[in-house]
């Protein structure tokens, strides 16, 4: 059993910037690839960013890309995101969860165990 835990969110002015943390508790995460997701009010549960097991490959959602980073400590069972230059539409809840099967990376259904999720809301 592992339980993730993130942190990190809050109140955010537009083009700010939010660090979030993942910590895994219960078993390592180490060989595992994670990732990062979201659902904002009204919207689907979306992919955001995507670590391969070692942090050597990173993925990231379009919307995403050059403004927000993924990393990892395995050391720390650990996972990270940080974005800046936040827009309105950042305004969500972010999950990270862990990535049990073969295949893409930015389905939600390749994943096992998520967190609670930490929230993040964009204000101008």
């Known amino acids: 059993q592992v339980q993730l835990v993130e942190s990190g969110g809050g109140l955010v002015q537009t083009g700010g910037s939010v660090s979030l943390s993942c910590v895994a508790f219960?078993?390592?995460?180490?060989?595992?690839?994670m990732a990062w997701f979201r659902q904002g009010p009204g919207k689907e549960r979306e992919f955001v960013a995507a670590i391969n097991w070692s942090g050597a490959n990173t993925y990231y959602a379009e919307s995403m890309k050059g403004r927000s980073t993924i990393s990892r400590d395995n050391a720390k069972n650990t996972v990270y995101l940080h974005i800046h230059n936040l827009k309105s539409e950042d305004t969500a809840t972010y999950y990270c969860a862990r990535k049990y099967s073969s295949g893409d990376y930015y389905s939600p259904e390749r994943y096992d165990y998520w967190g609670q999720g930490t929230q993040v809301t964009v204000s101008s």
């Open positions: 219960g078993r390592t995460i180490e060989n595992y690839a």
